[in-house]
């Protein structure tokens, strides 16, 4: 290697020392071979002056009349005779052109009249100039001769043969050349000597010291010459070995730490250049994607599904024209074809000038935080739902106690004057027709109690089997001949605990439902069986939970619904129908009732493939209760004394007509403190305490404890429009609590006081 960087150096110089000595060679053999043709030129025009003067003088003598060429001709045997008086001088010929370029004379007659052809001849010719060219084997000297008025009458050639000069310039050449060569020797040795002394001998070592950091060894000595410059230049080699020996240790210990890091990070590293050819694949990508580098490596990125390709060649490209890009959610697979969620980030790598050559990226599984997200989406959905009900529940319940008390006012007004007339009267009608509407109304806000899940209801232990059975008449009645009814039971179901009355409005509003989906002729189906519903179910339908269920379903082959109708069927009032058809309220009201017994409901829908509706029932082992008939007619009393307490004085007034009526004697009041003191004063034996369960100051709960601790034999009759979850949980009768819906007619009140008395 230092024998190399010698001869290098020595290259070097030589080559400067020949360039400059071929340089001053070349412009001395230009600076001749200038001389030569000068001297050939002052030569032809000397020779040539006894010709010009001789073609001047003729054409002064004719004054300007005389034909050119012929005073050019005139001129023939001065032209012979300089020819022969200096053939020995060299000359090749002598001749007389015109302006033209034609030959006038010649030393030779055999190129008289002629035409001179050669592009450099009549370029010269054009000057107006003394110029010598060189065409073929001669110089051409041309001589314009002119008068001194400026007439042009021609010009004078005369030719020198080029080898004359040619070899005078050879021999020239031959000398400097010998010359040059002398003195390129001795320079290239003196210089040999001086290079390898102060120059290659100092610049050897410190190549060699640097080689040796080159290398990695940093460890070894590094030669200092005397002279100053190669001096400083090795303590400085010095020092830049220390500073490597200190950035390489620190440049160890941050790339320990960037492994690491990467090592265990979450987010996949990995780097593509520009044709798309993987160039870095870290650790944490091969743990993401399961692929490992060797795999990888130089090829297409893998984990690229066929369905992302085109987003993912946009993104590309994009970053590739200097963009960054932050946390874009892409579908991406592993090496066993799993997809997951990923957030790919990008930026693009550029090299020292600034230009692009590649892309860093990384990928963050989000699976889990888009299932999340789902999951939060489903409870919000739920949320808003519950939100929904709970103000309609608070509409209801605030709208059932007034509205009710009214309908109860109206509906006993109207029969005690309906029974004060003959069937004949035709206001008979009239009074119809108000209960009809009164109990149309009671009906829906009935309705509505029940979606809110404040309607008061008494579960029973029911066989679910034998309760559908028991509808199917009435069912077929409601669907019409033109629609077939199939009904399917399961085997071994167990029992159920609702409210019968409560079951019979979800069979008949499911049924009605299906019956309006169907144009003309279909069927209806209806069917259980046991379902049992699992955690893994459960994490997909949050709103279940996991236990055995018996399984209410209805289906029909009607004309199905979008899902946009399906998110609607559950709002109240919601409807398809036309204007005027329908309230709203049927699937409502299987909603509330679904929800209010701690059941659930799934509806499978799509149009024109028909809808399923699919009821989950919570199962029960016990025994079915036997239903307690009361269709006696209008039972009087004996005379009993009843307590009524009641806060609005429009139905205090009317119902004690009623009771008044069929024989009791009632005691009244509208404030529930007084009627504590009734109790505590009073000597008659009150056998029934009558209270409404919404009132101010005391509920009616409360008001039956003050007076049953007065009087422990008391029973308690409760009526309202809504419980408020008073004697109930969430409309559901605590056990053993007597209660009577308002509104209520007269023959329904005097049937549940004879019952509780009798009980």
Not at 66 to 80: F, H, P, V, W
Not at 103 to 128: C, Y
Not at 359 to 373: A, Y
Not at 577 to 595: F, Q
Request: aromatic share 8%; proline share 3%.
């Amino acid at each position: 290697m230092f024998q190399r960087l010698h001869m290098k150096i020595m290259g070097i110089i030589s080559c400067i020392i020949l360039v400059a000595i071929c340089t001053a060679t070349f412009f001395y053999v230009l600076d001749l071979k200038k001389n030569h043709l000068e001297t050939i030129e002052w030569r032809s025009v000397t020779l040539a002056q006894s010709i010009r003067v001789h073609l001047i003088g003729r054409y002064e003598m004719s004054k300007g009349f005389a034909n050119i060429n012929l005073i050019l001709e005139s001129a023939y045997l001065e032209c012979k005779g300089l020819f022969e008086a200096n053939r020995h001088l060299n000359v090749s010929f002598v001749c007389v052109l015109s302006s033209t370029g034609e030959v006038i004379i010649h030393n030779d007659k055999a190129f008289w009249k002629t035409r001179l052809k050669q592009p450099e001849l009549l370029q010269a010719i054009e000057s107006g100039k003394i110029r010598t060219v060189s065409v073929d084997e001669n110089y051409h000297t041309l001589i314009p001769v002119t008068t001194d008025e400026g007439v042009r009458l021609g010009i004078i050639d005369m030719g020198f043969p080029k080898y004359v000069v040619d070899e005078k310039i050879k021999k020239a050449l031959g000398r400097a050349v010998i010359l040059s060569l002398t003195l390129f020797i001795a320079a290239f040795i003196l210089t040999w000597l001086f290079v390898r002394q102060v120059v290659t001998r100092p610049i050897n070592r410190l190549i060699y010291a640097t080689s040796q950091i080159a290398g990695g060894k940093l460890t070894g000595d590094i030669y200092h010459s005397s002279t100053r410059d190669f001096r400083d230049l090795a303590v400085s080699l010095t020092r830049m070995r220390d500073s490597i020996c200190r950035g390489i240790a620190d440049l160890e210990q941050k790339n320990q730490e960037v492994k690491a890091l990467i090592a265990c990070s979450p987010v996949a590293l990995f780097s593509i250049d520009l044709s798309c050819a993987v160039s870095i694949w870290t650790t944490s990508a091969e743990r993401l994607f399961r692929w490992q580098a060797n795999e990888v490596l130089g090829k297409k990125l893998p984990m690229i599904p066929e369905e992302e390709a085109n987003r993912f060649e946009e993104l590309f490209k994009k970053v590739g024209k200097g963009s960054v890009i932050m946390g874009c959610e892409l579908l991406l697979k592993r090496k066993d074809g799993a997809l997951f969620h990923g957030s790919l980030s990008s930026a693009p790598v550029r090299d020292g000038s600034g230009g692009i050559i590649g892309v860093m990226g990384t990928v963050e599984d989000i699976s889990q935080r888009i299932d999340r997200e789902k999951s939060h989406q489903k409870v919000q959905v739920q949320l808003l739902q519950a939100q929904k009900m709970e103000s309609v529940g608070r509409l209801a319940g605030g709208v059932a106690h007034d509205y009710n008390n009214t309908l109860g006012v109206i509906l006993g007004y109207a029969e005690m004057i309906l029974e004060q007339l003959s069937p004949e009267d035709p206001k008979c009608d009239d009074l119809h027709e108000i209960i009809k509407a009164t109990l149309h109304s009671a009906d829906i806000t009935r309705q509505l109690l029940t979606f809110a899940r404040k309607q008061t209801i008494s579960p029973a232990i029911i066989d679910l089997n034998a309760q559908v059975e028991n509808m199917l008449k009435m069912l077929n009645r409601l669907i019409g001949e033109n629609i077939e009814l199939k009904w399917i039971p399961g085997n071994d179901l167990g029992t159920v605990k609702m409210d019968m009355t409560q079951m019979n409005q979800i069979l008949a509003n499911l049924c009605i439902n299906a019956r309006d989906a169907i144009n003309d002729t279909g069927r209806i189906t209806i069917e259980t069986c046991l379902a049992t519903i699992d955690d893994a179910y459960c994490a997909d339908n949050p709103w279940f939970k996991p236990g055995r269920y018996v399984c209410l379903s209805i289906s029909d082959t009607g004309s199905g619904m979008d899902k946009e109708t399906l998110k609607k069927i559950f709002d109240p009032f919601f409807t398809t129908k036309e204007m005027g058809v329908g309230t709203g309220l049927g699937l409502a009201t299987v909603y509330g009732i679904v929800k209010q017994n701690s059941s659930f409901i799934n509806v499978y829908s799509e149009p024109g493939r028909g809808s399923i509706f699919n009821i989950y029932f919570p199962r029960y082992s016990a025994p079915t209760d036997k239903e307690i008939q009361v269709s006696s007619p209008v039972q009087t009393g004996q005379g009993e004394t009843l307590l009524l307490v009641e806060d609005d004085p429009a139905t205090l007034k009317i119902y004690r007509q009623m009771l008044e009526s069929v024989g009791y004697r009632v005691i009244e009041t509208q404030c529930p403190d007084h009627a504590v003191d009734i109790a505590r004063s009073t000597k008659e034996n009150i056998q029934l305490l009558i209270t409404d369960v919404i009132m101010p100051k005391m509920n009616g709960n409360e008001l039956s404890q003050k007076i049953t601790a007065v009087q422990p034999d008391l029973k308690t009759l409760y009526m309202s429009g809504y419980t408020a979850d008073v004697i109930g949980h969430q409309g559901v009768l605590d056990h053993d609590v007597n209660f009577i819906q308002k509104p209520f007619s007269k023959k329904e009140l005097a049937q549940k006081v004879r019952a509780v008395l009798y009980q």
